[in-house]
């Protein structure tokens, strides 16, 4: 679909992505996420409703059960 789309993973990855903004899919509850200041105007998609809010920031909680 002509979309560009990048991954990171802290376990595998040496260098992490550059933050700007931009939609972000957080698939993994890994704990160096929660310390990620997303740029105002960003949306994050946070499955596992663990990340702290920042203002500025959208956030899409998804799934079903019980927080991380």
């Known amino acids: 679909m002509g979309v560009e789309v990048e991954t990171?993973?802290?376990?595998?990855?040496?260098?992490?992505?550059?933050l700007g903004k931009k939609i972000y899919f957080i698939g993994c509850g890994?704990?160096?996420?929660?310390?990620?200041?997303?740029?105002?105007?960003s949306?994050?998609?946070?499955?596992?409703?663990?990340l702290p809010k920042l203002e500025g920031v959208t956030y899409t909680e998804i799934g079903i059960g019980p927080r991380v």
């Open 43 to 50: 949306h994050v998609i946070d499955p596992h409703r663990y």
């Open 8 to 18: 990171y993973d802290p376990n595998i990855d040496e260098e992490e992505i550059e």
């Open 30 to 41: 890994h704990k160096i996420f929660k310390e990620y200041k997303f740029v105002e105007g």
